[in-house]
């Protein structure tokens, strides 16, 4: 009798062990920035935004216990160790930078390698109002600073979450900031000068992009996890007064207009407004 009750419990303990281990799901990412391999390319000697992205959006989603993400250190020397691979992500990536056009198969050899079925891939660029020609952020600075043009800068950095299982996009944004100071001005007549347009460039991706990025791939992947709940008073409910015109003032005259003609905002996924 004891051996049996010895069984029994041992079988009962094996079976919620493996059910709990059976619902732990986890995801592996792969963050690819358009500028991996431009390693200090630039005149002042800093990270390109994709990158500087790239790092807090893994830093981001590390923080889920279900998500795991290859840090860029390691996805660079195990893509240079490749030479071929390497240079198929170097065409996947630029080709991505100028048309915005996913190779998926170059990204489905990448999964193989890196034991991944997802990847994100993210890209930067600079344009002004005056010229629609993209550049690299400190590619605008040097040649702003060296023909001191004042007028104001527009970074966007797009990201694209991608399912290489069945070559679709699962989920992408695009993110505008404006990149001046409160003048207008975008310089950098010594080193001390760009690298505080650096910190303001790491502040922006810390605080503002890279969560939402993260936030967003994390939906997807969890979207159970959001819930809706009320919090309950204790005090009476007042009863309903009648106002006439009340929801006048709620009501701006944009909101009408999308109202009338019947267009929505399909950017839902947005977090938080810049």
């Known amino acids: ?3 049996l009750a010895i069984k029994t419990i041992f079988t009962i303990f094996l079976l919620l062990f493996c059910t709990t281990h059976a619902k732990a799901v986890e995801f592996n990412i792969l963050v690819l920035p358009t ?23 893994i830093q981001d989603l590390n923080n889920y216990k279900s998500i795991n993400v290859i840090n ?12 071929e691979l390497k ?27 890196f ?30 600073s060296a023909f001191k043009i004042t007028y104001p800068f527009n970074l966007t950095t797009t990201a694209v979450l991608t399912d290489t299982v069945n070559s679709v996009v699962m989920w992408s944004n695009k993110y505008n900031k404006t990149v001046s100071d409160s003048n207008g001005y975008f310089l950098a007549l010594n080193h001390a000068q ?7 460039i790491k502040q922006y991706y810390r605080n503002n992009v890279s969560k939402n990025i993260s936030q967003n791939v994390h939906l997807r992947f969890f979207p159970k996890d959001v ?11 007042e009863q309903p007064k009648f106002m006439p015109n009340a929801l006048e003032h709620l009501i701006k005259p944009q909101m009408i207009q999308e109202i009338e ?10 977090i938080f407004e810049f």
């Open 1 to 3: 009798m004891k051996k």
């Open 35 to 57: 500028d991996i391999f431009n390693v200090c390319d630039n005149y002042f000697c800093f990270p390109e935004p994709s990158e500087v992205a790239a790092n807090y959006v």
């Open 72 to 83: 860029l250190a390691e996805a660079r020397q195990k893509l240079s160790s490749k030479p």
């Open 87 to 113: 240079q198929l992500t170097q065409d996947m990536l630029k080709t991505f930078e100028q048309t915005e056009k996913i190779d998926f198969q170059v990204l489905r050899e990448l999964s193989e390698e």
């Open 115 to 144: 034991q991944v079925k997802s990847v994100i891939i993210i890209s930067s660029y600079a344009i002004t109002d005056r010229a629609a020609i993209r550049r690299d952020l400190w590619e605008v600075l040097e040649i702003s």
């Open 194 to 200: 760009a690298a505080s347009h650096l910190e303001k």
């Open 227 to 237: 819930k809706t709940f009320t919090i309950k008073s204790n005090e009476p409910a």
């Open 261 to 270: 003609s019947g267009n929505k905002n399909t950017n839902e996924d947005l």
